[in-house]
């Protein structure tokens, strides 16, 4: 999107989930990350983060924040 690779996008309620690993930690590309937060968000994106090590130690609790994001996004979507 916008030259910009997403890990996840639901573009029916414009949800952008991001899974990190530890690349991520760079200086670079935390600059880079904040840049591309900043353009999807602006594109009325709401984007989720997660790390590489939250999804193998608790899964549930990151599904669980998942649909905690989407159901308002959903709801939003059916008012909008």
Do not use: A, W
Request: aromatic letters at 8%.
């Amino acid at each position: 999107m916008g030259g910009y690779v997403l890990d996840f996008f639901c573009p029916e309620i414009k949800l952008v989930i991001e899974v990190d690993g530890t690349s991520h930690d760079r200086k670079d590309d935390i600059i880079y990350d904040k840049e591309r937060t900043k353009y999807l968000e602006i594109l009325g994106c709401q984007i989720l983060r997660f790390k590489n090590k939250e999804l193998e130690e608790d899964s549930q609790e990151v599904l669980l924040k998942i649909k905690e994001s989407i159901n308002p996004l959903l709801n939003k979507e059916r008012v909008g």
